[in-house]
């Protein structure tokens, strides 16, 4: 089996971490996640089960629920969770964890917290963040979905696309302009919207090209009413909140994009290992092996900026160029990574139905959500 090295300063808790969540990949989610591909979503039960055993709010405040742990906990999470080979679990899951819920536990107040984030830790309720909105996708600021404050509350209209979570959500973050005569940046806010609001409207799930198991919709909002104390944080900071929140996803696709090396290459290895062609198995010709060992080497590269860049953010420090390197370099190795390995699988590779062929078709999002490569190379070409 392909592994990591492991940090000498990974702590026993961690470890733990490690250990259950692979357990519960092994036990709870491989034997059925086939079905969920079909489906399109993952049962609740599974955000229940992960709740229970506390993995789901590991990085959120002890006091709501969570964990109280630091960055790499989700990096573990995102990790262990890729490796189960199925990228739309791991995505699911972790956009409720890591990138929506996480607004609230950042700039929630006390209230929002005690409302929000027990549920949300426990896996009772879904989080589901919505900024993309059909017009604005890489360009955040481009939004046009409107909030405007009345007596009764915040009025909303617009919509959003390509939220994950978002047929099956409860707890929804949504990004809103509130200040029309402001631009690009300035002027958004974040609310959290509650499932069933009257106004609110979600489309049958979108069909996609990987990441099957995961939900994924468009909603609507039309002169949907909210509480006044729906807003989350400051009003106009929604856009820096956006951003911020955005760091901690790039770290967390470096978790992603590491487990999902590690089993493709495991994958792989298993399959060279049995396969014979030309009087010896594929893994005796020395050209394949080094193929593979490349990989190794790149995925154990992403892997250590992305543990470097956990350690950063625990530290406090400036994280964006690392972060934004990291998202680049994650999203474009994984697509090497996979696509070599489908190759050494041969024809077997191309067939509907094996995991490296999934893992190929889940793979590809990774170069253009969390910020497309190009848009990533500009961060850091910024900050040389
Ligand atoms: C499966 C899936 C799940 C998603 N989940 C969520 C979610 O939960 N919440 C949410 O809010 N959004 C979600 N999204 C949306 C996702 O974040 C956007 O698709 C992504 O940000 C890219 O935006 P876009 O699709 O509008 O592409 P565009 O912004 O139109 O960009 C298209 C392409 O142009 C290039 N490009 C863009 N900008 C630049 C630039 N400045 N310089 C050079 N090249 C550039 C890139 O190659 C990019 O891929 C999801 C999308 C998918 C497909």
Same mark, same amino acid.
């Given at each position: 089996m392909f592994e990591f090295a492991e940090p000498a300063t990974l702590d026993e808790s961690l470890t733990l971490v490690r250990s259950q969540?692979?357990?519960?990949?092994?036990?709870?989610?491989?034997?059925?996640?086939?079905?969920?591909?079909?489906?399109?979503e993952i049962p609740r039960e599974i955000f229940r089960e992960l709740g229970r055993l506390g993995l789901l709010g590991m990085r959120h405040p002890i006091e709501y629920g969570g964990g109280g742990l630091?960055?790499?906990?989700?990096?573990?999470?995102?990790?262990?969770?890729?490796?189960?080979?199925?990228?739309?679990?791991?995505s699911a899951l972790t956009v409720h964890s890591d990138m929506s819920?996480?607004?609230?536990?950042?700039?929630?107040?006390?209230?929002?917290?005690?409302?929000?984030?027990?549920?949300?830790?426990?896996?009772?309720?879904?989080?589901a963040i919505c900024v993309t909105e059909p017009d604005a996708g890489s360009d955040v600021a481009g939004l046009k979905t409107r909030a405007t404050r009345t007596e009764k509350g915040w009025l909303i209209n617009g919509s959003k696309t390509f939220?994950?979570?978002g047929a099956l959500g409860d707890i929804y973050i949504v990004a809103a302009r509130t200040d029309p005569q402001a631009r690009g940046a300035r002027g958004v806010s974040l609310f959290v919207v509650e499932r069933g609001a009257e106004g609110f409207a979600i489309s049958g799930k979108l069909s996609k090209h990987g990441w099957r198991s995961s939900d994924t919709a468009t909603l609507f909002f039309e002169d949907m009413l909210v509480p006044h104390d729906a807003l989350l944080g400051e009003e106009g900071r929604g856009f820096y909140y956006i951003v911020s929140t955005f760091q901690n996803e790039r770290l967390?696709? *470096?978790?992603?994009?590491? /487990?999902?090396? &590690?089993?493709?290459?495991?994958?792989?290895?298993?399959?060279?290992?049995? @396969?014979?062609?030309?009087?010896?198995?594929?893994?005796?010709?020395?050209?394949?092996?080094?193929?593979?060992?490349?990989? *190794?080497?790149?995925?154990? /590269?992403?892997? &250590?900026?992305?543990?470097?860049c956990a350690?950063?953010?625990?530290?406090? @420090?400036?994280?964006?160029?690392?972060?934004?390197?990291?998202k680049a370099l994650a999203?474009?190795?994984?697509?090497?990574?996979?696509?070599?390995?489908?190759?050494?699988?041969?024809?077997?590779?191309?067939m509907i139905g094996t995991p490296i062929e999934r893992m190929a078709r889940d793979a590809r999002f990774l170069t253009i959500g969390g910020g497309a490569t190009e848009v990533m190379l500009e961060e850091v070409a910024k900050r040389l």
């Open positions: 969540i692979r357990r519960f990949v092994e036990e709870r989610i491989s034997p059925q996640a086939e079905a969920w591909e079909q489906s399109g630091g960055a790499l906990s989700s990096v573990i999470l995102a990790e262990e969770l890729s490796r189960s080979s199925f990228g739309g679990v791991a819920i996480s607004h609230i536990a950042h700039r929630g107040t006390p209230e929002q917290k005690a409302r929000y984030l027990p549920p949300a830790c426990a896996g009772e309720k879904v989080g939220i994950t979570n967390v696709i *470096g978790g992603l994009v590491s /487990g999902a090396c &590690a089993k493709a290459i495991d994958l792989t290895l298993d399959y060279l290992r049995q @396969r014979k062609a030309f009087g010896k198995t594929l893994w005796e010709q020395p050209v394949v092996r080094n193929k593979l060992a490349w990989m *190794g080497a790149k995925a154990a /590269g992403v892997r &250590a900026l992305t543990y470097q350690q950063m953010v625990d530290e406090g @420090r400036d994280v964006v160029r690392e972060l934004s390197m990291l999203g474009e190795t994984l697509q090497e990574v996979v696509h070599t390995c489908l190759q050494l699988h041969g024809g077997v590779g191309y």
